[in-house]
């Protein structure tokens, strides 16, 4: 009994050990978590702990030497007993207040109460391009992130005027390790400048000062920023439009809009300004009426000013542009009768005897090479019909090439089709049909976005300019004989959209 009683007080003794040793690391009250700590290493700005510091800082003036508004803020963090991988981080200004800057847009608000306001992330694996789930849904934002810096755009500008004006403004970073213990917050303060930027405005088909345009011109704003080191595109722009007296550089009455801007566009440094149409509601972009009356005379100029805000809120001085719109234009459609080619086994060339790639295909014998139309007696386009016959064909506007010619130099510039002006418009579409009808191009889908029909009932597809068969197609099917109003010829239409 004694010799079982002494070989029990070792194994008791030896399970005491062995939990002792399996609740090392573990949290709990022997073994509390220790909170991640945080730096930021960044060399500019200063760091001060407390409010009270930043404030006496601030408002005695001392020691605010200024910085770029644009500043690569770094952090580092410390976890002695876990991970600390997630950050968060927001600018304050003067008063305390979290304020959002370019690039980080969106605080922490609604369904986010217990975070506090932090600037905003997507979650791992969320979508950045669901318009159902923006930035700020609790479903698919949070406010950490893996960043371990961040490009942070402070303000520079007044709040009213948006003039240069040297800003004071807090930086703010924390982290959170795999328990979900928050570190300490880290912050730094900057006092930051920014010189004013300039704008200037033009078209995307050239400068049209003092020129006569159609009522359709897609303008281009471009904005220098002289602050030294650092590239900063613009933040966005605003414009208006107004009409001018003849010779004079007087408003008509009632005729300047409000600044429109172009933040939160696809493209902030275009806007396409159009006329208005029977088919188009009047608003923002439907602003080039015409300066002429009906007898042709003119009785106004139009004028386009813009003005851009930089990163820091900075807005520039005003530049603009004063032209004449004038309706009427209409763009020149050209089929590139050379870049026509036919191909099939009885209409083919044994060799390729042009510089630019044409139209192929391997034979037993080797390769045949596509060849253009021949003309018949009346002066239709003609081949010889085969099984594998396709005809290749290629289509454009005036002004697409030097002397309308493909073979020279691409210009770009839509000429008006009856006197070859350039009224400064872009291709936007192209209009197509066969043998009178606009379903029979696979490659876009005929429904009724891309279906128009004219006054008298004809029926085109609209291909997008850029489209894969916007200005080149390939026929093939045809049959040798197809009756069109009783004639015996297939016919391809085209036509450029303005």
Not at 261 to 268: E, K, P
Not at 337 to 342: H, S
Request: glycine share 6%; proline share 5%.
């Amino acid at each position: 009994m004694l010799k079982y009683r002494r070989l029990v007080v070792p194994m008791l003794l030896a399970v005491m050990m062995l939990v002792v040793l399996l609740s090392c690391g573990k949290s709990g009250t022997l073994n509390p978590n220790i909170p991640p700590t945080i730096r930021i290493t960044s060399f500019k700005g200063d760091a001060l702990d407390s409010q009270e510091d930043v404030d006496s800082l601030i408002t005695s003036n001392i020691g605010q030497d200024t910085v770029l508004f644009q500043q690569k803020i770094y952090w580092s963090a410390e976890d002695v007993d876990g991970i600390a991988s997630r950050f968060a981080f927001r600018v304050l200004n003067k008063n305390w207040d979290p304020i959002v800057v370019p690039c980080y847009d969106t605080l922490s608000t609604v369904g986010f109460e217990t975070q506090g306001q932090w600037y905003l992330h997507f979650k791992d694996g969320a979508s950045i391009n669901d318009p159902d789930h923006p930035l700020g849904d609790p479903a698919v934002s949070t406010v950490w992130s893996d960043q371990v810096f961040a490009v942070i755009n402070f303000p520079a500008a007044d709040d009213v005027t948006h003039d240069s004006l040297n800003v004071p403004s807090i930086f703010e970073v924390k982290c959170i390790d795999d328990r979900n213990a928050e570190s300490n917050i880290a912050r730094k303060y900057f006092f930051t400048y920014s010189v004013r930027p300039t704008v200037s405005i033009s078209s995307t088909k050239g400068d049209p000062e003092g020129k006569v345009v159609g009522t359709g011109v897609r303008f281009e704003f471009f904005m220098t920023d002289e602050d030294p080191f650092i590239v900063s595109p613009p933040d966005y722009f605003e414009y208006k439009v107004a009409k001018y007296e003849v010779g004079s550089e007087t408003i008509i009455a009632g005729t300047e809009t409000e600044w429109f801007t172009t933040a939160n566009t696809s493209n902030i440094s275009r806007v396409l300004l159009v006329g208005i149409t029977d088919d188009s509601p009047e608003d923002q972009y439907h602003l080039l009426t015409t300066d002429y009356d009906t007898n042709g005379t003119q009785i106004s100029r139009t004028r386009v000013t813009v003005r851009g805000y930089d990163k820091a809120g900075i807005v520039s001085e005003e530049d603009y542009t004063t032209f004449s719109v004038k309706e009427g234009f209409h763009p020149g459609t050209l089929l590139y009768n050379k870049r026509i080619y036919v191909l099939g086994e009885r209409n083919f060339m044994p060799f390729q005897d042009a510089e630019i790639e044409i139209p192929n295909k391997p034979t037993s014998e080797g390769y045949i090479f596509a060849t253009n139309f021949f003309k018949d007696s009346y002066g239709t386009f003609s081949a010889l019909w085969s099984q594998d016959l396709s005809i290749t064909l290629n289509w454009g506007y005036h002004g697409e090439y030097e002397r309308d010619n493909p073979d020279n130099k691409k210009e770009s510039v839509v000429f008006n089709e009856g006197d070859s002006t350039n009224y400064y418009t872009e291709i936007q579409a192209f209009d197509i049909r066969l043998d009178g009808s606009p379903d029979l191009f696979p490659p876009l889908h005929s429904d009724n976005e891309n279906i128009i029909k004219d006054d008298d009932d004809g029926v085109w597809l609209r291909v997008p300019f850029g489209h894969e068969i916007s200005q080149n197609l390939v026929l093939t099917n045809l049959e040798a004989n197809a009756a069109f109003d009783t004639l015996d010829f297939h016919l391809f239409e085209v036509r450029a959209v303005d």
